[in-house]
């Protein structure tokens, strides 16, 4: 199986790209948001997602590990495939799914072309308990490798160190993700880690 590959882009389609690894040419699937971050002749390095069918091998690409990882959680959900998942990926970073998740916010989900409001749902509900550990893990990796994180990106350190900080206090690490996933979306993306403990010690308190 194919884990990662680096290479210059060759090409950039709709819903594809094509990576140059050595001379040839490996057609990859990726999401809108993936492929916006890449440009023609910069070298680039995908983790990738490989699916053996009977007819036909397919390559699944991301910027991080932690992407992957959402990928294929999400294709846990019943009704939830490749293209839906990577429509998902496209719609929102892995930060923002797990956040969505934690306030049980669907309707952001549901901004996903081809998701309505019962799948949304459902992918909400089944996956809040899985949501914590996955968010922890990808704060602050939504940035391509050597891309300056966009403007409003969650700061890594506080969310990751607050989230800490509740779990150490005893919260369970659910209820830490979600105290501090309520804190970003009351105070903002660049909060200092004081204050997100504070936010997410009240939420915990209700």
Known sequence: MIGKLRGIVDAIGESVVILDVAGVGYEIQASARTLRALQVGDQTSLT?????????????????????????????????????????????????????????NWQAVEQTPGVGKKLAQRIVAELKDKA????????????????????????????AE???????????????????????NEHGADSDTAALIRRGLKELSR
């Not at 390559?59 to 998942?85: D, H, P």
């Not at 914590?132 to 994180?149: C, F, N, Q, R, S």
């Not at 206090?169 to 996933?181: D, F, H, I, T």
């Open 48 to 104: 990738i997602d490989t699916h053996v069918r009977e007819d036909a091998i397919r390559l699944y690409g991301f910027t991080t590990e932690v992407e992957r990882s959402w990928f294929r959680t999400l294709q846990t959900i019943q009704g939830v495939g490749a293209k839906v998942a990577l429509a998902v990926l496209g719609i929102l970073s892995p930060v923002d799914l797990a956040n969505s998740i934690a306030l049980g």
């Open 132 to 159: 914590p550990a996955l968010a922890i893990a990808g704060v602050g990796v939504d940035e391509v490798a050597g891309a300056a994180a966009p403007a409003g990106a969650l700061e890594p350190q506080a969310a």
């Open 162 to 184: 607050a989230v800490s900080a509740l779990t150490n206090l005893g919260y369970q690490p659910a209820e830490a993700a979600r105290a501090v996933a309520a804190a970003v």
